[in-house]
């Protein structure tokens, strides 16, 4: 059907994608995003990870105009429930064939896709963010990344810092221990990622290329009572002047499953000889080493979207979550994407679970979907898009309730993009 209408008015055509198509595809794919060639180690885990029946190519005849891709993913939800969650990725449009909708049909084909397979939720990382709006997504966690002049700032670490031990390992020898260690810490905060088979293969990737003048990459495990507690993969940067040594640190991960041993990776990462500048990026908004720098100021912190989260089945992703609070709040719901989600729905929940279903009680709050997709994880308060006019109370109270309940103790987190 969609082959007949597409040949019928010139539309491209678009189809699930198939193994025999996946290098012409995925070279759509990078070309539009500049067509620098990746390396083939990088190629080959790209077409690896590649769930070819969860992807859609937009075809102009034999020519391949769009791609655009899912991953199965598991989202940790507040509460640490592990959510199916479509991570969409690999999306594009031929620059050739852009502002013709191409972007907006396959939109269209991966929600409805995603919702017949059942999965609530649909997450990504945008390349710009002004793109996924309209298709009701929105910023549902950040990060930070930091530029810490480590000559000038100081750490104050906790207690019990000094029991830790670290050791140097290849990278590839303790991937294992390092995946085992990450599934330890995946639940504790909402927004992280479930490996899934292969995945772990993206933290050893270390194209020259990229490294501009860095070591590859190295690792150090962090032990408590023999037991690894934590580890940190990083590049240094050498660098000299008339001054001395200038060499920087760039984190590519820091994992741990306790404050301690994060701020024994963090001070081993702020001392590391003939270095001064720590550079790191994609961190939680709120990992300690913010609280316990002598100057914040001199650590250039910034902050950008990170994961942008859409609400698949409205009903099915607000019950799958736990609240900070109890909640009892009537949402008056906008989808124009995906009408099947608009209308009023009943979210009772607390700590322990929550139940959400259609009602025709009054509302107490208005809003669209975009705006329960940003407060999902509980990185951005309801009551502050309300204050940003974008959600409305029409019961007085309702919206301070929703908006602690809705809240998280820790800031959700993305620790790798996708
Ligand atoms: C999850 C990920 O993979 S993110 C990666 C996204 N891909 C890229 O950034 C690669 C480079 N860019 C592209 O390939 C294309 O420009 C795309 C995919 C962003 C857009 O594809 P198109 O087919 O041109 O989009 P389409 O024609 O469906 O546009 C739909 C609407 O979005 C708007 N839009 C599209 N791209 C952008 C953008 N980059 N910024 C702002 N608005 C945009 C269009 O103006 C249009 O608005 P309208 O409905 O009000 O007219």
């Not at 899912?70 to 640490?80: E, I």
């Not at 000299?240 to 499953?257: F, I």
């Not at 306790?258 to 790191?280: E, N, S």
């Not at 929550?354 to 208005?366: G, I, N």
Request: charged share 25%; aromatic share 8%.
């Amino acid at each position: 059907m969609a082959n007949d209408s597409a040949r019928d008015t010139g539309r491209p055509e678009l189809r699930v994608l198939r193994q025999d198509e996946w290098n012409v595809w995925y070279d759509t794919l990078i070309r539009a995003f500049g067509g620098v060639p990746e390396t083939a180690e990088e190629r080959e885990l790209w077409d690896t990870l590649t769930e070819l029946d969860r992807s859609l190519g937009a075809w102009d005849g034999d020519t391949c105009v769009g791609t655009a891709g899912v991953f199965s993913f598991r989202l940790t939800v507040p509460g640490g429930a592990a959510v199916p969650a479509a991570g969409v990725t690999m999306v594009s449009v031929a620059a050739t064939h852009r502002r013709r909708g191409v972007l907006t049909s396959m939109m269209r084909r991966q929600l409805d896709d995603v919702r017949e397979w059942g999965w609530p939720l649909a997450v990504l990382t945008a390349s710009e963010p002004e793109i996924y709006g309209r298709f009701g997504y929105d910023v549902g966690s950040l990060q930070v990344s930091a530029e810490i002049d480590t000559t000038r700032v100081r750490l104050s670490v906790p207690a019990g810092t000094d029991d830790v031990r670290l050791r140097y390992a290849a990278p590839a020898d303790v991937l294992d221990v390092c995946e085992a260690l990450y599934a330890r810490t995946v639940t504790g905060r909402p927004g992280m990622l479930a490996r899934l088979p292969g995945w772990e293969r993206l933290g050893l990737l270390d194209p020259e290329s990229e490294r501009e003048g860095s070591s590859p990459l190295q690792c150090v495990l962090a032990e408590l009572d023999g037991e690894v507690v934590g580890y940190a993969r990083f590049h240094v940067k050498p660098e000299w002047d008339a001054s001395g040594a200038k060499g920087v640190v760039r984190v590519r991960d820091v994992q741990a499953v306790d404050p301690v041993a994060q701020a024994a990776l963090w001070r081993f990462l702020f001392g590391i000889d003939l270095t001064c500048t720590v550079k790191a990026y994609a961190r939680p908004v709120d990992e300690a080493w913010q609280y316990q720098v002598s100057d914040l100021r001199r650590c250039a912190v910034r902050v950008r979207d990170a994961l942008h989260v859409r609400l698949v089945e409205v009903g099915a992703a607000l019950e799958a979550r736990t609240y900070h609070a109890p909640v009892d709040v009537v949402f008056e719901v906008e989808d124009a994407f995906c009408p099947w989600n608009s209308g009023r729905w009943r979210l009772s929940g607390d700590g322990k679970g929550a139940s959400c279903e259609r009602t025709t009680d009054a509302a107490d709050l208005s809003l669209s979907v975009r705006e329960l997709g940003a407060a999902y994880l509980g990185g951005v308060s309801l009551a502050a898009l309300g204050a940003a006019g974008r959600v409305r109370e029409l019961r007085r109270g309702a919206l301070a309730q929703a908006a602690v309940g809705f809240g998280s103790a820790v800031a959700p987190w993305l620790p790798h993009g996708f």
